[in-house]
């Protein structure tokens, strides 16, 4: 790789991008060791830099490459990370002394979704040589309802109790999980039926 190219990714949005990612480790160590007040510090110090990124990206025109796939892996990776975690298992993770937890099926659901996706990109990739794949407004939403049950979580158990809101969300990041899901594979068969050409009999009976 030239080096002006490594100076070139080198941008304060891309800089801020990194930040989030070696903040994981960190994030996933301060919930394993019950610290929810600095896990949740993390948490919304990753959300602050994701929507700075993207703003100084906007105005500043420092949109790379490789921003474009590290800044949705950042938070993808946090959000996983914060899922997995904060799961109520059968017997893992049940020595950490947690308030709440997230059901162990809404983990399941979302992290499937995410594997159908990637499974789908890669369709799209094999079958119509697509290597663009901009989210969808479901896709969107989705994220937005999955770091808010997340944060929820985190802070219900820096203070040490429940509220209804925690099952509110958890359902309603049930419903966006399958509708996106649902909405993303539609939308491959749909784009596929448009890329293939249509049978030699079948064109010819003007």
Same mark, same amino acid.
């Not at 979704?113 to 990739?125: F, G």
């Not at 079958?127 to 969808?136: E, K, N, S, V």
């Not at 939403?141 to 929820?152: K, M, P």
């Given at each position: 790789?030239?080096?002006?190219?490594?100076?070139?990714?080198?941008? /304060?949005a891309?800089?801020l991008?990194?930040?989030? /990612?070696?903040?994981?480790?960190?994030?996933?160590?301060?919930?394993?060791?019950?610290?929810?007040?600095?896990?949740?510090?993390?948490?919304?110090?990753?959300?602050?830099?994701?929507?700075? @990124?993207?703003?100084?990206?906007?105005?500043?025109?420092?949109?790379?490459?490789?921003?474009?796939?590290?800044?949705?892996? +950042? @938070?993808? /990776?946090?959000?996983?990370?914060?899922?997995?975690?904060?799961?109520?298992?059968?017997?893992?993770?049940?020595?950490?002394?947690?308030?709440?937890?997230?059901?162990l099926?809404?983990t399941?659901? $979302?992290?499937?979704?995410?594997?159908?996706?990637?499974?789908?990109?890669?369709? /799209?990739?094999l079958?119509?040589?697509?290597?663009?794949?901009?989210?969808?407004v479901?896709?969107?939403?989705? +994220?937005?309802?999955?770091?808010?049950?997340?944060?929820?979580f985190?802070?219900?158990?820096?203070?040490?109790?429940?509220?209804?809101?925690?099952?509110?969300?958890?359902?309603? $990041?049930?419903?966006?999980?399958l509708?996106?899901?649902?909405?993303?594979?539609?939308?491959?068969?749909?784009?596929?039926?448009?890329?293939?050409?249509?049978?030699?009999?079948?064109?010819?009976? @003007?």
């Open positions: 790789m030239k080096f002006k190219t490594v100076l070139g990714n080198l941008t /304060l891309n800089q991008t990194f930040l989030r /990612l070696v903040a994981v480790p960190f994030f996933i160590l301060a919930i394993l060791e019950g610290r929810f007040t600095v896990a949740l510090a993390l948490f919304a110090a990753a959300a602050f830099t994701d929507l700075a @990124d993207g703003l100084i990206a906007r105005w500043f025109r420092q949109g790379t490459p490789l921003g474009t796939f590290l800044d949705p892996a +950042a @938070d993808k /990776l946090l959000l996983t990370a914060g899922f997995i975690v904060l799961t109520d298992y059968p017997a893992m993770f049940q020595d950490i002394e947690m308030t709440v937890r997230i059901p099926w809404l399941v659901l $979302t992290i499937s979704r995410d594997v159908l996706i990637i499974a789908i990109a890669l369709i /799209l990739y079958a119509a040589g697509q290597t663009r794949f901009p989210p969808t479901w896709g969107k939403v989705t +994220a937005a309802s999955e770091s808010l049950t997340v944060g929820l985190l802070l219900y158990n820096a203070v040490g109790r429940w509220a209804p809101v925690l099952e509110y969300m958890v359902w309603i $990041t049930l419903m966006l999980t509708v996106s899901g649902f909405h993303y594979l539609w939308r491959t068969v749909h784009g596929l039926r448009e890329e293939v050409p249509p049978v030699d009999g079948a064109a010819g009976d @003007d």
